[in-house]
């Protein structure tokens, strides 16, 4: 079955970066679209980037654009989240998302009957 693993969060400083990365088992991962979602205090679970079947199909969210990156390696089964000058209001459980009817760019108005990893938590504090 879908199995994903995310790692990769933890504290960081206002302005500094992390990397989240998401293994994936358990299915054709290049058939499916991946996505990466967060929970922020007080706030439902939202979109925030999507990267579809295609080398190009990339999404984000108003927040996460310009600011985070998205990228995914089908040799490894891994897709991964760069973020960058990270900001207090980014605080939250990220969480990854594999889809194999959705697109990404629908992906951008919320998730579907995928599969969802654990998530992992990222604070940022100073």
């Known amino acids: 079955q879908v199995q994903l693993v995310e790692s990769g969060g933890g504290l960081a400083q206002p302005g500094a970066s992390l990397t989240l990365s998401c293994a994936a088992s358990?299915?054709?991962?290049?058939?499916?679209?991946m996505a990466w979602f967060r929970q922020t205090p007080g706030k439902p679970r939202e979109f925030v980037a999507s990267?579809?079947?295609?080398?190009?199909?990339?999404h984000y969210s108003d927040a996460a654009e310009g600011r985070f990156t998205i990228s995914r390696d089908n040799a490894k089964n891994m897709v991964a989240l760069q973020l960058d000058s990270l900001q207090p209001e980014d605080t939250g459980v990220y969480y990854c998302?594999?889809?194999?009817?959705?697109?990404?760019?629908?992906?951008?108005?919320?998730?579907?009957?995928?599969?969802w990893g654990q998530g992992t938590q990222v604070t940022v504090s100073s």
């Open positions: 998302y594999a889809d194999r009817v959705m697109t990404a760019w629908a992906l951008k108005r919320g998730p579907a009957a995928g599969s």
């Open positions: 358990g299915f054709p991962f290049s058939d499916y679209a």
């Open positions: 990267f579809g079947r295609g080398p190009s199909d990339i």
